[in-house]
């Protein structure tokens, strides 16, 4: 897929909405706390500051960040593994992005009589159910975006804009 393409998709949902995976958001959260731990924290050593960069930048292009309760929950989890001596400022500055975000609220008990359920568990069948027709999804998960691709579903791979040389203007 080219840059161009990537570039149409953003723009067609940028009023609408975007949904990043939770790896993609932890990525965004520890990169505002600090960017030098994305390379230090054992659950984002696989990103780069240039990673947390684009993330970043694709973040203020779109008008609505959406999110939902299970994404959160993950993340919150995941960031509880940081060093105790930084937890509390992190979780300061976390709770302060969440305030930015839209949350939509899925109920567990309809999700999990989904197909995506049995496949991809909780947070994943959630994204798929908010997403459809809805918000473009962003993650690095292949498993995830070829389901949601096959579900005629909007979304990017992360793995596939990283190295491109586009550039968004609001």
């Known amino acids: 897929m080219s840059d161009d393409y990537h ?22 959260f520890i990169g505002l706390y600090d960017c030098n731990k994305i390379s230090t924290f054992k659950r984002t050593t696989k990103y780069t500051i240039e990673d ?16 939902t309760p299970h ?7 995941l960031s509880g593994q940081l060093p105790d001596k930084i937890r509390s400022h992190y979780f300061h500055i976390f709770a302060k992005q969440i305030k930015l975000l839209e949350e939509k609220p899925l109920p567990s008990k309809d999700l999990c009589d989904s197909e995506c359920f049995r496949k991809f568990g909780l947070t994943d069948s959630g994204i798929v159910e908010i997403s459809r027709d809805t918000y473009l999804v962003i993650t690095d998960d292949f498993p995830l975006s070829g389901y949601l ?20 203007n609001k």
Request: net charge positive.
């Open 7 to 28: 570039a149409k998709l953003l723009s067609k949902y940028r009023n609408k909405g975007l949904l990043l995976d939770s790896n993609l958001l932890l990525l965004y």
């Open 71 to 77: 994404i959160l929950t993950e993340i919150s989890n």
């Open 149 to 168: 691709q096959s579900r005629n579903i909007d979304v990017i791979n992360f793995n596939h804009i990283r190295y491109l040389k586009w550039t968004l």
């Open 52 to 67: 947390f960069d684009r993330i970043f930048s694709i973040i203020e292009f779109f008008d609505r960040v959406i999110t």
